[in-house]
C-alpha cells in the first residue's frame, strides 16, 4: 500500500498531537516564554558592539591605532557643540567669547565627562572668526548615558542661545537611547489588524495570528538578551528579529488558520481539520520559513561580525514563528475550534463551503486570458523602475541627511560654512615608521605629499604614540563626506602610497569615518553578488525539492531578481535623485545605505519564497490531482489569492510604518522593504507568475528524470493526506458544529 511523504504526514499527526493535547502544548509555551523572560531579566546586559570589518584597510589602520596607541579608543560618546556668532559678529568678541569659555566649562563638569576643549585654545576658529567649536568626550559609550548627562548637555546649549549665539550639537552623544520603530511596530501591528479582520471576518481568526506572533516574538527577543552576553550580541541584534519576528509569525498563522477554515468548510471536525491545515499549509510554512533562513543566514557571506549575528538572530527568529505555527496554533484552534468561524458560520450552525468563483479566480481568468500583455506590461513597467538602479551610489549618510529641524543637522551646516564641506569628514592617516631609522622625517614626507594631493585642504601635525613609530593625523578634503569627489581623493592618495613608501620606508593607510564608510561600499558591491549566488542558487535547489520542476524555481528566482532591482531602482529616484523626496519628508537627498541592497536582498527574497510557496503550491496540488495547468492556476487563486493578498498587505503596512520616522536611513530602509514586497507580491506573484505558466502549460512542471531520481521527495502540498481525506466519509456541517461545541 501507498504510504504517505514523511513531512506531511509528521506534521499531519504533530497538529493532532497538538489539537488533543493542547492544555500541554500552552503550558510548554508558557514555561518557554517564562523561562527566556527570566533569563532575560537575570542576564548581564548586553554590550555595545563596535562596528568592524575584517580585511579592508580602515579596519586595519583602526586595529593598529587600538595597538599603537593604547588606551585612546573612540568607544566613548563625543559631542561636537558648534557656537556661531550673530550676523556681522565674531565668537573672538569679548563677550561671546566669555559665553563660550562659560559653555564649555559647564559641558566638562559632569561625572560621566572625560574633558571638553576650549575651542581658543585649541585653535578651532575658523578663519573670519565667526564660528567655533568644542569637542566632549565622554567616558562611556553612547547607550550608557544616563538621562542627567544628556539634560545638563542640552541645558548648557539653551542657556549659551540666550546669549544671542546660534548653538547647535552633533555627535553620537546626541544619540537617543533605543533604536527607532517602536511607534511604526504598533501602527503596522493596527494596520495588520484591521486587514487580517477584513480578510477573516473574524475577531477571533484575526486576533490569533497576532496573538501567537507576539508571542514568538517575546519568546525569540528574551532568548537574544538571555545570550547577549555569553555571544556577544549587541543591543543592535535583535532588530531585525523582531521586525522579522512579527512579519513571518503573523504570515504563518494566518496561512494555517486559513487552511483550517477551509478544511472546516468541507465538512471536517475541528481535530481533522486542525491535523490537515497542519500537514498540508503547515507543510508549505516549513518550506517557506527555510527559504528565509537560507536568506538570513547567507547574510554571513558580506563579512561584517554585526551583520551575520544579525542575520543568524532573525533566522532564529522565523525558526520559533514555524514552531509556534505548527503547535501553538493547533492547540488554540483545540480551544476555540469555532471562533475563528465566520459570525454566520457560528450562528447558523452550518459552516459556509467555499466559493466556486471569487475575486481570485476572476484575476486568473483575467490574466490566462492575456498572458502576453499582462508578462509584457509586468516586465517592461518592472524594468523601467528598474533603470535607475544604474546610478547607485552607495554610502553612510550621516548626520547631512537628517532634517534641518535637528540640532545635529544644524551644527553639521555649520562646520561646513565655517570650516569649509569637507571639515564635516576628515581623512585619518596612520603612519607605522617602525624599524625605520629617522620616524619623523619620514612622516614629515608622507604628510607634506598628501597635503599637496588636489583635493586636500591642510593636514593637521602629526601625533606620535610614545614608542616613537607610529604617527597619526588628519587631513581635511576640500568636499563633503559624501562627495563622489571624496571618494577619487581618497584612491588617490592610496593609488600614489608605493612611490611615497618606497622613498621614506613607512607605510600609511587611511582611515576615519569617511574612509570607512568608502570602504564598507566597496565591500558591499563586492559582495551583493555572490551573496545573490549563493542564496538563490540554495533557494532554487529547495524549490526544485518542493514543486519537483525545473522551471517554476527558474521563473521564482527571476521574477524576485526583478523585483528587488525595480524596489532599488526606485530608492535612488526618491533619496539619491530627489523624485517626490519631499512627500516622504526626506529633505537633503545623497548615497543610498551600503547595507540597504544587502538587507533588501535578504529580508526580501525570504518574503517572495514565502508567496510563492503559499500560492503556487496549490496550484501544484490541483495539477498532481489532474486539473489542467489552466485549472490549476484558477484553483490557487481562489484558494491562495485572497490569503496572499492579505499576507503582502500586512508586511507593506510593517514596513510602510517606518517612512513616518525622522531619521532618513530607517525612511529609506521601510521605503525600500514595503516597495519591493508591493512589486514582488502584486506585480511578480500575482500577475507575472500566472502568465507565465499560462504560456508554458505542462512544461512547467516538467523535470529531467536524472533530476527527479536525484532529489528527495516530499509533499508540500499535503497530497497524500488530502487523498486520505477524500475517501474518508464527511460528517454533515451540523454535526461538525455540534461535535465542536462538546
Wanted: glycine share 10%.
Amino acid at each position: 500500500m501507498w504510504r504517505p511523504p514523511a513531512v506531511a504526514t509528521f506534521l499531519y499527526r504533530l497538529g493532532r498531537l497538538a489539537f488533543r493535547r493542547r492544555w500541554y502544548v500552552a503550558l510548554v509555551w508558557a514555561a518557554v516564554l517564562a523561562a527566556v523572560g527570566l533569563g532575560a531579566m537575570k542576564a548581564p546586559a548586553a554590550a555595545e558592539e563596535a562596528f568592524s570589518m575584517p580585511g579592508i584597510e580602515s579596519q586595519k589602520a583602526f586595529d593598529l591605532m587600538e595597538e599603537r596607541f593604547p588606551g585612546t579608543s573612540a568607544d566613548g560618546a563625543t559631542a561636537r557643540v558648534v557656537f556661531v556668532a550673530p550676523d556681522g559678529g565674531k565668537v573672538t568678541a569679548a563677550e561671546s567669547r566669555e559665553t563660550v569659555e562659560k559653555t564649555v566649562k559647564e559641558l566638562g563638569d559632569g561625572s560621566q565627562v572625560a574633558g571638553a576643549a576650549d575651542p581658543f585654545q585649541a585653535k578651532a576658529v575658523s578663519k573670519d572668526g565667526t564660528t567655533a567649536y568644542a569637542t566632549v568626550n565622554y567616558k562611556v559609550g553612547p547607550e550608557e548615558l544616563t538621562d542627567a548627562s544628556r539634560s545638563q548637555l542640552v541645558k548648557a546649549l539653551d542657556e549659551a542661545r540666550d546669549s544671542g549665539l546660534t548653538v547647535e550639537a552633533g555627535g553620537t552623544a546626541m544619540e537617543e537611547n533605543g533604536g527607532p520603530g517602536g511607534a511604526a511596530e504598533l501602527i503596522g501591528v493596527a494596520i495588520a489588524a484591521v486587514v487580517l479582520l477584513v480578510t477573516f471576518g473574524s475577531l477571533a481568526a484575526a486576533g490569533l495570528p497576532l496573538l501567537t506572533a507576539v508571542i514568538g516574538v517575546g519568546v525569540s527577543m528574551a532568548t537574544i538578551l538571555t545570550l547577549a552576553s555569553t555571544l556577544g550580541l549587541s543591543t543592535t541584534t535583535g532588530t531585525l528579529a523582531m521586525m522579522l519576528g512579527l512579519a513571518v509569525g503573523i504570515d504563518y498563522a494566518l496561512f494555517v488558520v486559513s487552511r483550517y477554515r477551509e478544511e472546516r468548510a468541507k465538512g471536517r471536525t475541528p481535530e481533522e481539520a486542525t491535523a490537515l491545515a497542519t500537514g498540508t499549509a503547515g507543510s508549505a510554512v516549513v518550506f517557506a520559513g527555510l527559504t528565509v533562513v537560507i536568506a538570513l543566514a547567507g547574510l554571513a557571506v558580506v563579512g561584517i561580525p554585526m551583520l551575520t549575528k544579525m542575520g543568524l538572530a532573525a533566522a532564529g527568529a522565523v525558526v520559533v514563528g514555524v514552531f509556534i505555527a505548527l503547535t501553538l496554533v493547533p492547540a488554540l484552534l483545540g480551544f476555540w475550534p469555532n471562533a475563528v468561524l465566520t459570525r454566520k458560520a457560528r450562528r447558523s450552525g452550518r459552516v459556509e463551503k467555499e466559493a466556486e468563483s471569487n475575486g481570485g479566480t476572476r484575476w486568473a481568468r483575467f490574466v490566462l486570458r492575456r498572458p502576453v500583455p499582462v508578462l509584457l506590461l509586468g516586465v517592461v513597467g518592472l524594468g523601467a523602475l528598474a533603470v535607475p538602479m544604474a546610478d547607485l551610489q552607495l554610502g553612510m549618510p550621516g548626520d547631512e541627511a537628517k532634517s534641518t529641524s535637528t540640532t545635529e543637522r544644524r551644527a553639521y551646516d555649520a562646520l561646513a560654512d565655517g570650516f569649509g564641506p569637507g571639515f564635516n569628514g576628515p581623512l585619518t592617516v596612520v603612519v607605522d615608521a617602525k624599524g625605520d631609522s629617522d620616524a619623523k622625517g619620514a612622516v614629515e614626507t608622507i604628510s607634506k605629499e598628501i597635503g599637496d594631493t588636489e583635493g586636500v585642504v591642510s593636514v593637521s601635525p602629526a601625533r606620535f604614540n610614545e614608542s616613537g613609530d607610529t604617527a597619526v593625523f588628519s587631513v581635511v578634503p576640500s568636499t563633503a563626506p559624501t562627495d563622489q569627489k571624496t571618494t577619487d581623493l581618497v584612491n588617490t592618495i592610496r593609488g600614489e602610497r608605493n612611490g611615497v613608501e618606497a622613498e621614506t620606508g613607512a607605510t600609511f593607510e587611511v582611515t576615519g569615518t569617511t574612509a570607512l564608510n568608502i570602504d564598507i561600499s566597496d565591500k558591499v558591491s563586492g559582495t551583493l553578488v555572490p551573496y545573490l549566488i549563493v542564496v538563490v542558487g540554495l533557494a532554487i535547489i529547495l524549490l526544485m525539492v518542493v514543486f519537483r520542476s525545473l522551471l517554476v524555481p527558474l521563473k521564482a528566482a527571476l521574477g524576485f531578481l526583478l523585483s528587488v532591482l525595480a524596489s532599488l531602482g526606485v530608492v535612488v529616484l526618491v533619496f539619491q535623485q530627489g523624485h517626490g523626496a519631499e512627500l516622504l519628508g526626506v529633505e537633503q537627498t545623497g548615497p543610498i545605505m551600503s547595507l540597504m541592497p544587502i538587507f533588501l536582498v535578504g529580508i526580501v527574497f525570504g518574503l517572495a519564497m514565502d508567496y510563492e510557496v503559499f500560492l503556487v503550491s496549490r496550484m501544484r496540488e490541483a495539477y498532481v490531482h489532474g486539473e489542467s495547468p489552466a485549472q490549476a492556476v484558477t484553483s490557487g487563486f481562489r484558494h491562495s489569492a485572497r490569503v496572499v493578498v492579505a499576507a503582502a498587505l500586512i508586511m507593506i503596512a510593517v514596513f510602510a510604518g517606518f517612512i513616518g520616522e525622522s531619521e532618513s536611513m530607517i525612511k529609506m530602509i521601510g521605503f525600500g522593504l514595503a516597495t519591493a514586497v508591493l512589486f514582488d507580491a502584486f506585480v511578480v506573484r500575482m500577475a507575472i507568475v500566472p502568465a507565465v505558466l499560462a504560456l508554458l502549460g505542462h512544461k512547467a512542471w516538467w523535470l529531467p528524470g536524472w533530476l527527479d531520481r536525484l532529489l528527495p521527495r516530499v509533499d508540500v502540498e499535503g497530497e497524500a493526506l488530502s487523498r486520505s481525506a477524500e475517501t474518508a466519509p464527511a460528517p454533515s456541517d451540523t454535526a461538525d458544529l455540534e461535535v465542536a461545541r462538546t
